[in-house]
């Protein structure tokens, strides 16, 4: 999932209220913002990043990316567990569902 941060609104230093670790984040965002690239790259038709000078978007970046991304976008809603499966056992060469309790 990718994030709502760009090169122009980086992540904040501090984590959103809604980040369940504060800490992990604090760690995401100084490597997001470590994976971009230099100034004088950012207008360039083919940036490199600033940090492993691999073709930008590089892959850490990506992967950064896509942590905070999750970290912000997954405490949206919460979503419903799915129902259990019906439990089944096998009795000899026949399979039967178990009753539900």
Same mark, same amino acid.
């Given at each position: 999932?990718?994030?709502?941060?760009?090169?122009?609104?980086?992540?904040?230093?501090?984590?959103?209220?809604?980040?369940?670790?504060?800490?992990?984040?604090?760690? #995401? +965002?100084?490597?997001?913002?470590?994976?971009? =690239? *230099?100034?004088?790259? &950012?207008?360039?038709?083919?940036? $490199?990043?600033?940090?492993?000078?691999?073709?930008?978007?590089?892959?850490?970046?990506?992967?950064?990316?896509?942590?905070?991304?999750?970290?912000?976008?997954? #405490? +949206?809603?919460?979503?419903?567990?799915?129902? =259990? *499966?019906?439990?089944? &056992?096998?009795?000899?060469?026949? $399979?039967?569902?178990?009753?539900?309790?």
């Amino acid at each position: 999932m990718r994030s709502p941060y760009t090169l122009d609104n980086p992540p904040p230093d501090e984590p959103p209220s809604n980040v369940l670790v504060p800490s992990l984040w604090r760690v #995401q +965002a100084r490597w997001w913002k470590r994976h971009t =690239p *230099a100034f004088d790259q &950012r207008g360039a038709k083919h940036p $490199v990043c600033g940090h492993c000078s691999q073709s930008w978007p590089c892959h850490s970046w990506a992967c950064w990316d896509g942590q905070l991304g999750q970290a912000v976008g997954g #405490q +949206a809603a919460p979503r419903a567990l799915p129902e =259990p *499966a019906t439990p089944v &056992r096998a009795l000899g060469d026949v $399979v039967v569902a178990a009753a539900k309790s």
